[in-house]
């Protein structure tokens, strides 16, 4: 991975010299001529992170698989039901860009505390919710903790961990962040086949309590904090800019003329807001106040590698949401038999990560990804051909040939994004990078179960399911294009030319 950028940047970070500077850290120097060895406090922190980030991530999905048990226990339709997990990536899309101030202003360990304090607290109410609006705000301040934990890992990452082993460090803590949600579905399918969907909370809430005590006892700050201001209107615009877009995508696909007038303009008022939160970031970025500065994506590959994981997320968390319908609704498959199913692809892509870190720094991101973004496609289009009568086992198959290009793509597309960019750009880079995943995946979710529930209402599930899978596949037709463009940059990282 030293070819990525300079061995200049290979060691430890200067103090950044913008407002999201993670500061100071103990790596070794840079000129050090063998890859530095981490201290064991620095192992000690992003242990503690991982394990942290490991639980909010498997909340994040554990949910999928309860939707249609949540639909009758709650009285509320699909495209209710389907704001647990659109409302919760909404949340993390409008949280996260203000995670770079707060990475600035608080202490890690601060960061830490508040973060895993949301999360528990919000999974503490929804044990207890007595009704969807309760749920769905439970869900909201889980996403709040989610929306800082992610960003918090990635920055860590990219201050304590020299260049030339950010591969590995990466193919290990994909372990995490691909194994989590594989074993969401399969958590939530044993849970709800002998209890209440409330015991899903109740499950994680004594492991969530744990990774909060372990981190208050043991992890220490990492660099220092700054005194800068928030721009109030930055925050502002956030939430009509990802909240209008999100919206608008998710009530477009049903109902008549007359109720999709609303949906059109919540997605016109997002754009506008959207563009004015950019033409904002621009002007404080002469100030060198952003609250997400955009001088990241003057780097081409932190461009490209955003874009493309922009494109998997849309087609990827739209199926993460159909598959589970599908095998329910379609093949009547209970609530465990699901989380069976979709098992061995997640625990595949998780496994791999490694495997995939090390082929990475031998001959770059090209092959993989562009590999990984043709598996991607073609078993999005055989799941595009299932039907009631489908064997299960070509449906693991299928599930377990994502789940490995899905592996193939990200870990690249994290690696080679993130690895141009100066110490300065590091919060910057991760939080526009979670960003636009969250974003992507509530509008891959919103998009094709809109989709699914328009064209079912007409001619039955199965052809809804078809049209929604064979939109995600159409929509995946870019990772490929995009994936034949990612490049190993030698040498020093070139800015894009203005």
Same mark, same amino acid.
């Given at each position: 991975?030293?070819?990525?950028?300079?061995?200049?940047?290979?060691?430890?970070?200067?103090?950044?010299?913008?407002?999201?500077?993670?500061?100071?850290?103990?790596?070794?120097?840079?000129?050090?001529?063998?890859?530095?060895?981490?201290?064991?406090?620095?192992?000690?922190?992003?242990?503690?992170?991982?394990?942290?980030?490991?639980?909010?991530?498997?909340?994040?999905?554990?949910?999928?698989?309860?939707?249609?048990?949540?639909?009758?226990?709650?009285?509320?339709?699909?495209?209710?039901?389907?704001?647990?997990?659109?409302?919760?990536?909404?949340?993390?899309?409008?949280?996260?860009?203000?995670?770079?101030?707060?990475?600035?202003?608080?202490?890690?360990?601060?960061?830490?505390?508040?973060?895993?304090?949301?999360?528990?607290?919000?999974?503490?109410?929804?044990?207890?919710?007595?009704?969807?609006?309760?749920?769905?705000?439970?869900?909201?301040?889980?996403?709040?903790?989610?929306?800082?934990?992610?960003?918090?890992?990635?920055?860590?990452?990219?201050?304590?961990?020299?260049?030339?082993?950010?591969?590995?460090?990466?193919?290990?803590?994909?372990?995490?962040?691909?194994?989590?949600?594989?074993?969401?579905?399969?958590?939530?399918?044993?849970?709800?086949?002998?209890?209440?969907?409330?015991?899903?909370?109740?499950?994680?809430?004594?492991?969530?309590?744990?990774?909060?005590?372990?981190?208050?006892?043991?992890?220490?700050?990492?660099?220092?904090?700054?005194?800068?201001?928030?721009?109030?209107?930055?925050?502002?615009?956030?939430?009509?800019?990802?909240?209008?877009?999100?919206?608008? &995508?998710?009530?477009?696909?049903?109902?008549? %003329?007359?109720?999709?007038?609303?949906?059109?303009?919540?997605?016109?008022?997002?754009?506008?807001?959207?563009?004015?939160?950019?033409?904002?970031?621009?002007?404080?970025?002469?100030?060198?106040?952003?609250?997400?500065?955009?001088?990241?994506?003057?780097?081409?590959?932190?461009?490209?590698?955003?874009?493309?994981?922009?494109?998997?997320?849309?087609?990827?968390?739209?199926?993460?949401?159909?598959?589970?319908?599908?095998?329910?609704?379609?093949?009547?498959?209970?609530? &465990?038999?699901?989380?069976?199913?979709?098992?061995?692809?997640?625990? %595949?892509?998780?496994?791999?990560?490694?495997?995939?870190?090390?082929?990475?720094?031998?001959?770059?991101?090209?092959?993989?990804?562009?590999?990984?973004?043709?598996?991607?496609?073609?078993? &999005?289009?055989?799941?595009?051909?299932?039907?009631?009568?489908?064997?299960?086992?070509?449906?693991?198959?299928?599930?377990?040939? &994502?789940?490995?290009?899905?592996?193939?793509?990200?870990?690249?597309?994290?690696?080679?994004?993130?690895?141009?960019?100066?110490?300065?750009?590091?919060?910057?880079?991760?939080?526009?990078?979670?960003?636009?995943?969250?974003?992507?995946?509530?509008?891959?979710?919103?998009?094709?179960?809109?989709?699914?529930?328009?064209?079912?209402?007409?001619?039955?599930?199965?052809?809804?399911?078809?049209?929604?899978?064979?939109?995600?596949?159409?929509?995946?037709?870019?990772?490929?294009?995009?994936?034949?463009?990612?490049?190993?940059?030698?040498?020093?990282?070139?800015?894009?030319?203005?």
């Amino acid at each position: 991975m030293s070819t990525d950028v300079s061995s200049n940047n290979a060691g430890a970070p200067a103090p950044g010299a913008g407002p999201a500077s993670p500061g100071p850290t103990p790596a070794a120097p840079a000129s050090a001529p063998a890859p530095a060895k981490m201290s064991r406090e620095s192992v000690t922190i992003i242990v503690t992170l991982l394990v942290a980030t490991f639980v909010v991530i498997l909340n994040e999905t554990i949910m999928n698989v309860a939707l249609q048990r949540l639909m009758v226990d709650l009285g509320a339709d699909a495209p209710t039901v389907q704001w647990l997990s659109t409302g919760f990536m909404l949340t993390m899309a409008v949280v996260i860009p203000t995670t770079g101030f707060i990475l600035q202003r608080l202490s890690t360990r601060a960061v830490f505390l508040l973060a895993m304090g949301l999360f528990s607290g919000g999974t503490l109410l929804a044990a207890v919710a007595p009704g969807f609006e309760v749920l769905l705000l439970a869900r909201i301040v889980q996403a709040g903790g989610t929306a800082i934990m992610l960003p918090l890992l990635m920055t860590t990452i990219l201050t304590l961990v020299p260049l030339e082993r950010r591969g590995a460090v990466m193919g290990n803590v994909s372990i995490a962040i691909s194994v989590a949600p594989a074993l969401g579905p399969t958590v939530s399918g044993l849970i709800l086949q002998h209890f209440s969907w409330r015991f899903m909370f109740v499950f994680v809430l004594p492991i969530a309590l744990a990774a909060l005590a372990i981190g208050a006892r043991y992890l220490t700050n990492i660099g220092e904090t700054e005194k800068t201001r928030l721009d109030a209107l930055s925050v502002v615009l956030t939430v009509p800019a990802f909240g209008g877009l999100v919206y608008g &995508l998710s009530q477009i696909g049903g109902g008549d %003329a007359g109720s999709r007038t609303p949906a059109v303009l919540a997605l016109a008022a997002g754009v506008l807001a959207l563009a004015a939160f950019v033409l904002r970031q621009l002007k404080l970025q002469k100030s060198d106040r952003p609250l997400l500065d955009l001088r990241a994506f003057t780097f081409r590959m932190f461009t490209v590698s955003v874009l493309l994981l922009v494109v998997a997320m849309v087609a990827l968390f739209g199926a993460v949401i159909l598959l589970p319908l599908y095998l329910q609704e379609i093949r009547g498959l209970k609530s &465990l038999e699901t989380g069976l199913v979709l098992l061995p692809g997640g625990l %595949a892509m998780g496994l791999l990560g490694p495997f995939i870190g090390r082929v990475f720094d031998k001959i770059g991101p090209l092959p993989l990804t562009v590999t990984g973004s043709v598996m991607m496609v073609l078993s &999005l289009w055989q799941f595009s051909m299932l039907d009631a009568a489908s064997p299960v086992g070509w449906i693991i198959a299928l599930h377990v040939t &994502l789940s490995l290009g899905l592996a193939l793509v990200f870990t690249p597309a994290f690696t080679t994004g993130l690895n141009p960019l100066p110490p300065h750009l590091y919060s910057h880079g991760s939080a526009i990078m979670s960003t636009l995943q969250q974003v992507a995946g509530a509008a891959g979710t919103a998009l094709l179960v809109s989709i699914y529930a328009f064209v079912a209402a007409a001619s039955g599930m199965v052809a809804g399911m078809h049209a929604a899978f064979l939109t995600a596949a159409v929509i995946a037709l870019g990772a490929v294009v995009l994936s034949a463009m990612m490049r190993k940059t030698a040498g020093v990282a070139q800015p894009v030319a203005h």
